[in-house]
């Protein structure tokens, strides 16, 4: 109780984002892992203009070439591709392969958890009962079962991995859009007579987003996981895409002989997805308000 | 084993030393243990499912066909021999009727005696649907194999008579995987196919000691196996479905195997340091594109399929593969004598096939789009991504912009069902599969010709031919062996001159063998003979 | 025999970013056996910080604690954390404001009694069991042995802090510290738990430290009381000196404030401003921004306290009212003519 | 201060009264069959310019009431009234334009103002939501916040997190007064409030009252504060009204039992004039299964056979003053009748 | 608590109905004809047509779900296309194989999860807190696939202490709690419980924190309670909410089984479950489906229960 003294008195009106981003700046896990993202995500963006080599150009002399080998900085496949260039080409079917599916959850379980939540009564009965039904699987084996039924493939892949992620975002949504609505600015922007769209605009929109904004980036990591997963059982993304996942899968048997090499893209798959968590927990921590 | 050090320090600072040990495997003298690449054990009931690997490890080992394989060396391809006829022949008055003569005083595991009742039981079983024993599942895995077969009557106890489908020479290739399987026993289990699986009985040198689905099958010898030389040396043969090929690298190297199906090249060296033999041999199994020649595909084009041919690199590919494989410019390999003279020889010659395709209208501005469709894994199918990313890059420097769909196997064999002219492979203009080859209808005859083509052939690229169809209908004709041969090359000839697949590399059946194992033959076939084979 | 609870020079700073804020600066108090102090103030006086840091609980969340403060002759901030474990619950009993979030929700009530006793009487749990059924009917709670099966959340706000008074004085001790235990509670029901603690307490004689920011619930229990503001006593005397006779202006702001009138012809006396900012202290007297009464010294030094022979104290640059007749007569007319 | 939108007409004049309510219930079904009867019959009504206070326990139904009145909670049966018009009746929206004659005070400062919106944002909300342009809205906004005593240059940028209770408190008022109602429901206003703060909003409150001409229902557990508002005060116990009257009328003769012991409990701030025994036992019973007949029987000093067959109906004792307690019910059986009025 | 169970089970029927129709339509969604699996290459159309009546794939959607949804209510779950077994002995011995390495799993998951969640819930913002948070975060961020391959490189390979795949010795039957077999569990039931026991270990830290920030630890502090009881109050209050995600990490364990179980040749579910979509055997993938996903709302439903055991205000609301 105590702990916490009086606010300081200037607080300017658009702070709170920007009260964010300072105890985020004050976090420097947080922001180590925040510039490896960046630094990953600008290196996807930028991958045609960055990557040392051609990404697909074999070298049957370099097959699982050691690291630092000349041209083959971080070592070579096992179609001696070179590995460097490969993940960061890789990094962006990844990516988008754990992106894109949380944001199309995104907004598609944003949308029905809001409405669920604002609607309140039979459309919420409606819609939650639904979603608790997807809820009702392990997500990975549903992501395998969809992506099994719909056949391998990039798209496919994402297809399964966005069904997975709407039921878990729309409930978050829901509980927070319920918490929300139950407080009393709600019932008084309500008693002003505004129509629902503004209210959901202005009084509960901006109050949703950001808990289920983190909690979605906190799913990236999941999606990270589980598409390369996907692309491990045969089910993700096809070659030649480099995908970490695949490069994984793919190089998983090299282990026993250039485990360093082998190890690589795990170990990027990892970094990501604890860059991710990081980042994540990071905003959390930062969104916290504290009276 | 340089550059495991440092995890293995990790490993050991990690662990209790007290573990060190405790979980030392002791595997029985005389038990060997296999890792399949299957994901169950094959079916048991003489009519194995999972294709060839199940005849592998259920069929020729629990089972004897009319006919063998003689897979006793390892030089020439692989040849028929007797197995439970001694003798067979077309009648010389109607050559669509057979006559096999049995093999006399052959037991079945029940003890039962195996004879012309039970050759006939094991056809009506599979093929007469009026039949009490009729089991569905037993059609569906032997009737693709056995097309030739119209009629079967018994004649004397040891005598039967095979009637077949217009004059059909393959009918002996065939009886090979007509398993014979023992009615008595049928009986005794309360004739359910079902209880038949969890305890078969068969005339083959191995007997079934124990089976758990999905995770072992123990195999002990038929000490009273009708060919003394074939009775097994080995206490114990354990077969283990491991579909993950890491997996099977693991159980190798920790000594849990001694016998691992298909290692992956990557794990070659790492095997090979560790004392484990790779043994290969090109086997008769290719692994080619099956190419549409429909006239909206560009390889109706023969500059097209013969310049793709011209484009692959099959050396590097064997080289990437670690040396599990063997290049292929054809459906059989040169040694064959099947494989004829044909003029036409795939080889690497990039400059070559640029030039074909400038001469079918390709070049630097106007790309080659292709789409081939391709599995992620699957019987046969060696390292499928890894081969096709290589042949896709290949294309690449050639002017082609190769696009490849993956299936898992079993849809891919879908789209095998449907044909090239299938809507649902609009666009495709090659189809990933591999064949085995090791009689002149798997390796030649069922891929051109109109009653090959799907669903119910495998004529997935529609060949037709006339050149080709006139020399088949006079290969079903002729039971001289040398002219039937003759007949054979000059297919193979006329198919490599027109370039109908792209041939990329035949398999060498791969498998690492930890050096205690002794005895073995490499066949040039899908199959192996465990007979021989004995532990040091 | 010692008194029951002697604090001096108590100060108390919690940490806030970089550096500390004093949230209480400089307690005195001392309570005789037996006897009732209340300590009045508004949230953010350090009130309820100066309680529970006579018994060590605030160093727990990281306080900063200074001063002296003996309870029964015992020294506390002397003492290990284990001799601290033992004196609380043991000689000192604590009831919180807030019964509902003080009892812990997924234990019986019964079993929160019993321990105390098992802890500190060494009792099993079958006596320990035995005597929370006693203490329930101490604390007047119908149906004691179905109540003590019960879960804090199946009992009603009134139940519950009686539960918690058990817990209290499960062990009998000669201190009790309670930290506004009647706040939350309905009218009706506050003044039955007031009254009950008022008998238990002369029953027991049991002394007790009393915070509230009522007036009126002060002066209903306490014997004494003490006036805090900004993190220091402000005045403190008998009951009838502060609450009948006020010497400091915040005090008399205070009781000013209390409607008591009929239909509000004259507004109420209204006290300008807010509490200030602990960690920025106005010069002088904290009081003296929102003071009527203040004048030159009152912004530029703190006054000292300034003790009357009767023992009524209070920190102000102003004389003190000379009529301290104890009757306090003329400061309740005074505020009820408003 | 030029407000922004129209001020709402006045409709039947000083003597029809300015808010009705007949016969309001709202019952809370818990798993179909345990029932919350939150709000079981509640009539009463309130003269324009004048305040009506309502006073009563937790669990009393107070909160429930303002909510229903408003139209914001659904009422599972009764009318509201404003100014001799239906402001509501069951399953009937309330129109954009009629829906501001009625706003809100709640109790949590905190949870009523939107975190993440300015005081001025917040004020403005209500105008801009009827068509004011963002700019005069915000001007307007800016002038209300020096009407509640909040100087804007210093409040009106400032975020709900920076201001502490009473100036979260006098935002909220300016908010509710933003749409120009009619009528106010301030739900336990000043009851998170410290003292010193409580006298200031409570001014305030009074002041703006005469200021701009509004009625007030003032919700509270606080005797005295209601004391110091309230032209009319009504008491609730259990959902139900038992004490109805003129504040100068009731605070003299409270005549139901509850309301008496409810004036008893309250201590007095001189020491010397301590209570000397709890004017009742017990706590409030449980909504969900409260007692039959008579609700207060249970903690009635005076409860007889009858008080647990009959409720007693809200009869008039006196003018204005009305009452539900078999005593004050001559002839009604109950020991006690008539001798109590 | 009867009445709580009713309640839960009313709201779990539905769920279970809407269950087995996703179960269902996933396999119909499937392109490809999944009789293509079950024929041989150059099949006849009379066959395929035998084929699709004997599964009953002739008739209307509808009309087959109804069939299926009446055969699986009696346990009948059909014939597996491949092995000619019926689905319910392919699953009677994955489940059993499953179960073994879901029990031992969760055992570890939540054995560490909840000491290293207590752990840094009582050091929070410590160095002990931050370090086990560390160790948490690379659990729920590690591909733990690849984690259990480098686990067989590590302990079953390079160094032969550990059996790298199976379920027991070779010639084993049926499982038995003895070395031998445990001696195949402990790789597996560690890569199958990394992330499960690092999200435990992070739910537990926020209960535990959240326990400790509530009044009522004030009063065990001023009740003069030693550290002990103080700590058993906190991890009872920090129980419900971990008993919750635990439930549903040990649920999304049998989904990452999956990954885990094809890495180490492990017959249960997941395996079967990859295998019969590799193998399209549309009656075993659907049983495997329809097992799992109900035994997943059977053990929501059990951790309701348990929670609302554990948390008397649940029961209450």
Request: charge should be neutral; proline fraction near 6%; aromatic fraction near 10%.
């Given at each position: 109780m105590s702990a916490t003294v009086a606010m300081p008195a200037k607080a300017p009106g658009t702070g709170y984002w920007r009260g964010v981003g300072r105890r985020f700046a004050r976090q420097p896990l947080a922001m180590a892992a925040a510039m490896v993202l960046l630094v990953v995500v600008l290196s996807a963006i930028g991958a045609d203009w960055i990557a040392p080599a051609d990404p697909f150009q074999t070298s049957v002399s370099r097959r699982l070439a050691a690291i630092g080998t000349p041209g083959r900085w971080l070592g070579g496949d096992e179609l001696g591709r070179d590995m460097l260039s490969r993940l960061i080409h890789g990094g962006r079917v990844s990516l988008a392969m754990a992106i894109v599916p949380v944001a199309v959850a995104l907004v598609i379980g944003g949308f029905l958890g809001v409405l669920a939540g604002y609607a309140g009564g039979a459309v919420n009965m409606a819609i939650m009962r639904v979603m608790d039904v997807f809820y009702a699987y392990p997500s990975i084996l549903l992501a395998v079962a969809i992506a099994g039924a719909l056949g391998p493939g990039m798209v496919n892949g994402m297809v399964a991995l966005t069904l997975v992620f709407v039921a878990p975002i729309a409930r978050v949504a829901e509980s927070v859009t319920t918490q929300v609505r139950a407080n009393d600015y709600v019932v008084a922007a309500r008693l002003s007579g505004a129509p629902t769209s503004m209210i959901l605009r202005r009084h509960v929109l901006n109050n949703v987003a950001g808990p289920v904004l983190v909690f979605a980036a906190s799913q990236v990591s999941v999606s990270i996981i589980a598409a390369s997963g996907l692309s491990f059982l045969g089910l993700g993304v096809s070659p030649p895409q480099a995908d970490w996942g695949l490069m994984l899968s793919a190089l998983r048997q090299a282990l026993y002989v250039n485990p360093w090499v082998a190890a690589l893209p795990g170990a990027a798959i990892f970094l990501c997805s604890m860059a991710v968590n990081i980042v994540s927990d990071g905003i959390r921590r930062a969104m916290e308000l504290r009276r | 084993m340089t550059c495991f050090t440092p995890l293995r320090r990790i490993a050991a600072a990690l662990l209790l030393p007290a573990l060190i040990g405790l979980s030392a495997p002791a595997a029985a003298q005389g038990t060997l243990r296999v890792a399949m690449t299957l994901a169950d054990i094959p079916l048991t009931d003489g009519a194995p499912d999972q294709g060839t690997e199940g005849v592998r490890f259920s069929g020729i080992t629990i089972y004897d066909g009319l006919t063998n394989w003689d897979l006793t060396q390892a030089e020439r391809p692989a040849e028929l021999r007797s197995g439970l006829a001694t003798e067979w022949a077309p009648r010389p008055d109607d050559p669509t009727r057979w006559i096999f003569k049995l093999r006399q005083g052959v037991r079945f595991h029940d003890g039962s005696v195996m004879n012309a009742d039970a050759v006939i039981f094991s056809f009506e079983r599979a093929l007469n649907s009026n039949h009490p024993a009729y089991d569905v599942s037993a059609r569906r895995q032997l009737q693709a194999f056995i097309p030739a077969v119209k009629a079967w009557a018994k004649i004397d106890d040891y005598t039967i008579e095979i009637e077949t489908n217009g004059i059909d020479s393959q009918l002996p290739f065939q009886m090979t995987r007509l398993f014979v399987v023992s009615p008595t026993h049928w009986e005794a289990v309360g004739r359910d196919w079902n209880a038949y699986r969890r305890n078969p009985s068969g005339t083959g040198p191995w007997r079934m000691d124990a089976l758990v689905p999905r995770q072992r099958m123990e195999l002990v010898p038929n000490r009273e196996y009708w060919d003394a030389a074939r009775r097994p040396r080995l206490d114990r043969l354990i077969l283990l479905p491991i579909p993950e090929v890491s997996a099977r690298t693991a159980a190798l190297l920790s000594n849990r195997v001694e016998w691992a199906e298909s290692p992956s090249p990557d794990s070659v060296p790492r095997l090979r340091q560790a004392g484990f033999t790779i043994s290969t041999n090109a086997i008769p199994h290719m692994w080619p594109y099956t190419v549409s020649v429909l006239p909206d595909s560009p390889f109706h084009d023969i500059r097209v399929r013969q310049a793709v041919n011209l484009a692959i690199d099959r050396d590097g590919l064997v080289q990437v593969l670690n040396g599990l494989a063997v290049p292929s410019i054809g459906n059989l390999t040169p040694?064959?004598?099947?494989?004829?003279?044909?003029?036409?020889?795939?080889?690497?010659?990039?400059?070559?096939?640029?030039?074909?395709?400038?001469?079918?209208?390709?070049?630097?501005?106007?790309?080659?789009?292709?789409?081939?469709?391709?599995?992620?894994?699957?019987?046969?199918?060696?390292?499928?991504?890894?081969?096709?990313?290589?042949?896709?890059?290949?294309?690449?420097?050639?002017?082609?912009?190769?696009?490849?769909?993956?299936?898992?196997?079993?849809?891919?064999?879908?789209?095998?069902?449907?044909?090239?002219?299938?809507?649902?492979?609009?666009?495709?203009?090659?189809?990933?599969?591999?064949?085995?080859?090791?009689?002149?209808?798997?390796?030649?005859?069922?891929?051109?010709?109109?009653?090959?083509?799907?669903?119910?052939?495998?004529?997935?690229?529609?060949?037709?031919?006339?050149?080709?169809?006139?020399?088949?209908?006079?290969?079903?004709?002729?039971?001289?062996?040398?002219?039937?041969?003759?007949?054979?090359?000059?297919?193979?000839?006329?198919?490599?001159?027109?370039?109908?697949?792209?041939?990329?590399?035949?398999?060498?059946?791969p498998r690492a063998l930890s050096r205690r194992v002794q005895g073995h033959v490499h066949a040039k076939s899908w199959y192996v003979d465990f007979s021989p084979l004995f532990l040091r | 025999m010692t008194a029951a609870l002697e604090v001096n020079g108590l100060e108390v700073a919690y940490r806030a970013g970089r550096g500390f804020v004093p949230v209480v600066r400089g307690v005195d108090l001392t309570l005789a056996r037996g006897k009732v102090l209340a300590l009045l103030g508004e949230s953010g006086s350090g009130k309820s910080v100066t309680l529970r840091s006579m018994v060590g609980l605030t160093a727990r969340e990281g306080a900063r604690v200074a001063g002296s403060v003996r309870v029964l002759g015992q020294d506390v901030p002397g003492m290990t954390a284990r001799q601290q474990l033992d004196l609380r619950g043991s000689q000192v009993g604590f009831v919180f404001q807030e019964p509902m979030t003080a009892l812990d929700p997924v234990f019986r009530v019964g079993d929160q009694i019993a321990e105390v006793l098992v802890r500190h009487r060494g009792a099993t749990w079958a006596e320990g069991l035995a005597r929370a059924r006693a203490l329930f009917d101490l604390v007047q709670i119908p149906a004691a042995a179905q109540r003590l099966r019960a879960y804090p959340s199946e009992l009603s706000g009134g139940l519950r802090q009686r539960a918690m008074i058990a817990i209290a004085l499960a062990c009998e001790p000669p201190l009790l510290l309670a930290d506004e235990p009647t706040t939350a509670l309905d009218a009706t029901v506050q003044i039955q738990v007031l009254l009950l603690l008022r008998d238990l307490q002369k029953q027991l004689g049991t002394a007790v430290v009393f915070v509230t920011h009522d007036l009126g619930v002060a002066a209903e229990i306490a014997d004494e009381v003490a006036v805090m503001y900004a993190g220091r006593i402000v005045e403190r005397g008998s009951a009838e000196q502060v609450l009948l006779a006020p010497a400091h202006p915040y005090t008399r702001a205070l009781l000013g404030c209390v409607v008591r009138g009929g239909y509000a012809e004259a507004p109420l006396v209204e006290l300008a401003g807010s509490p200030p900012d602990l960690a920025r202290l106005p010069p002088g007297c904290s009081f003296a921004p929102r003071c009527g009464s203040a004048f030159g010294p009152c912004g530029v030094t703190e006054p000292a306290e300034v003790a009357r022979p009767s023992g009524h104290r209070a920190r102000c640059h102003l004389p003190l009212p000379l009529d301290d007749r104890g009757d306090g007569h003329a400061g309740a007319e005074t505020t009820e003519a408003r | 201060m030029k407000a922004p939108l129209p001020a709402l007409p006045d409709r039947g004049g000083p003597a029809q009264p300015m808010l009705t309510v007949n016969g309001l219930r709202r019952w809370f079904r818990l798993d179909g069959k345990r029932v919350i009867r939150a709000v079981d019959g509640l009539d009463f009504s309130v003269a324009k310019g004048t305040t009506l206070g309502i006073v009563g326990e937790s669990g009393c139904g107070k909160s429930t009431a303002a909510k229903l009145v408003a139209g914001i909670e659904p009422a599972d049966a009764g009318e509201v009234v404003l100014d001799g018009e239906v402001f509501w009746a069951r399953g009937a929206r309330i129109g954009p334009e009629a829906r501001r004659a009625v706003q809100m005070v709640f109790q949590d400062s905190h949870s009523s103002l939107n975190p993440r919106m300015t005081a001025a944002e917040s004020i403005a909300f209500g105008p801009e939501a009827h068509g004011v342009k963002p700019g005069a809205a915000r001007d307007y906004a800016r002038a209300l916040l020096e009407a509640v005593g909040l100087p804007p240059d210093r409040f009106a940028d400032r975020p709900p997190m920076a201001l502490s209770g009473g100036q979260r408190q006098r935002v909220n008022i300016a908010r509710a007064l933003a749409l120009r109602p009619r009528v106010l429901l301030l739900d336990e206003p000043v009851s998170a409030l410290d003292k010193s703060v409580e006298a200031q909003v409570l001014n305030l409150l009074v002041r703006l009252r005469a200021q701009l001409d509004l009625t007030y229902v003032f919700i509270s557990h606080d005797l005295s504060v209601v004391r110091y508002v309230a032209d009319e005060v009504a008491v609730m116990y259990l959902g139900q009204v038992v004490e109805q009257a003129p504040a100068s009328v009731i605070f003299a003769r409270p005549s139901h039992p509850y309301t008496r012991a409810l004036f008893a409990s309250k201590p007095s701030v001189d020491p010397r004039r301590r209570i000397a025994a709890p004017p009742i036992q017990g706590d409030p019973p449980d909504p969900v299964d409260p007692p039959s007949g008579c609700r207060f029987r249970t903690r009635c000093g005076f409860a007889e056979a009858l008080c647990a067959t009959g409720t007693p109906p809200l009869g008039t004792v006196a003018p204005a003053h009305r009452v539900a307690c078999w005593m004050t019910v001559p002839r009604s059986g109950h020991s006690q009748a008539g001798v109590a009025a | 608590m009867l009445r709580y169970l009713l309640r839960r089970l009313a709201y779990v029927a539905p769920i279970a109905v809407g269950v087995t129709l996703i179960v269902f339509l996933l396999v119909h969604i499937a392109p490809g004809d999944p009789i293509s699996a079950i024929l041989p290459d150059d099949a006849s159309a009379e066959m395929v047509a035998e084929a699709r009546r004997e599964y009953g794939l002739d008739k209307p959607l509808p009309v087959q779900y109804g069939i299926w949804l009446w055969r699986?209510?009696?346990?009948?779950?059909?014939?597996?296309?491949?092995?000619?077994?019926?689905?319910?002995?392919?699953?009677?011995?994955?489940?059993?194989?499953?179960?073994?390495?879901?029990?031992?799993?969760?055992?570890?998951?939540?054995?560490?999860?909840?000491?290293?969640?207590?752990?840094?819930?009582?050091?929070?913002?410590?160095?002990?807190?931050?370090?086990?948070?560390?160790?948490?975060?690379?659990?729920?961020?590690?591909?733990?696939?690849?984690?259990?391959?480098?686990?067989?490189?590590?302990?079953?390979?390079?160094?032969?202490?550990?059996?790298?795949?199976?379920?027991g010795p070779d010639t084993s039957d049926g499982w038995r709690p003895d070395w031998a077999h445990l001696q195949h569990l402990i790789l597996p039931a560690i890569a199958t419980a990394l992330i499960p026991m690092a999200v435990i270990a992070r739910t537990m830290r926020a209960s535990v924190i959240e326990a400790l920030d509530q009044d009522f630890v004030t009063t065990l502090h001023a009740k003069g309670l030693l550290p002990g009881r103080r700590l058993w109050h906190v991890l009872r209050n920090a129980l419900p909410t971990t008993l919750a995600v635990t439930g549903l990490q040990l649920g999304n364990m049998l989904g990452g089984s999956v990954l885990v179980e094809t890495v180490f040749a492990w017959p249960g579910t997941g395996f079967l479950l990859a295998n019969a979509i590799f193998q399209r055997d549309l009656p075993v993938l659907q049983g495997t489906m329809l097992v799992l996903s109900l035994f997943f709302v059977v053990l929501n439903l059990a951790v309701d229960l348990l929670q609302s055991w554990a948390d008397p205000r649940i029961r209450r609301a």
């Open positions: - | 040694d064959h004598p099947w494989f004829g003279t044909p003029s036409f020889r795939p080889r690497f010659d990039q400059a070559e096939a640029r030039r074909l395709l400038a001469a079918a209208g390709y070049g630097p501005n106007r790309r080659l789009p292709l789409k081939f469709i391709i599995s992620a894994s699957g019987s046969g199918q060696m390292y499928p991504l890894l081969m096709n990313e290589y042949v896709q890059e290949n294309l690449r420097q050639v002017g082609i912009d190769l696009e490849l769909q993956v299936f898992e196997w079993e849809a891919l064999r879908g789209r095998r069902r449907d044909g090239a002219q299938g809507a649902s492979n609009r666009g495709v203009h090659a189809l990933n599969n591999s064949w085995n080859s090791m009689d002149p209808y798997n390796g030649l005859l069922r891929f051109f010709g109109p009653n090959e083509l799907p669903p119910n052939g495998t004529n997935w690229g529609n060949i037709r031919d006339e050149v080709l169809e006139g020399l088949a209908e006079r290969v079903k004709g002729e039971f001289n062996p040398q002219r039937q041969a003759a007949l054979l090359a000059q297919i193979h000839t006329r198919f490599v001159d027109q370039a109908y697949f792209i041939w990329v590399v035949h398999d060498v059946g | - | - | 699986a209510a009696q346990g009948e779950l059909g014939t597996s296309i491949r092995s000619g077994r019926t689905v319910a002995s392919e699953l009677s011995m994955a489940v059993g194989n499953t179960f073994i390495l879901a029990v031992a799993s969760g055992l570890l998951a939540c054995v560490f999860g909840v000491a290293l969640g207590l752990v840094a819930g009582l050091a929070r913002d410590r160095i002990a807190d931050h370090v086990t948070s560390l160790v948490t975060l690379a659990g729920v961020s590690l591909p733990h696939y690849w984690v259990a391959i480098l686990l067989v490189i590590v302990f079953a390979v390079e160094n032969p202490w550990l059996p790298p795949l199976g379920i």
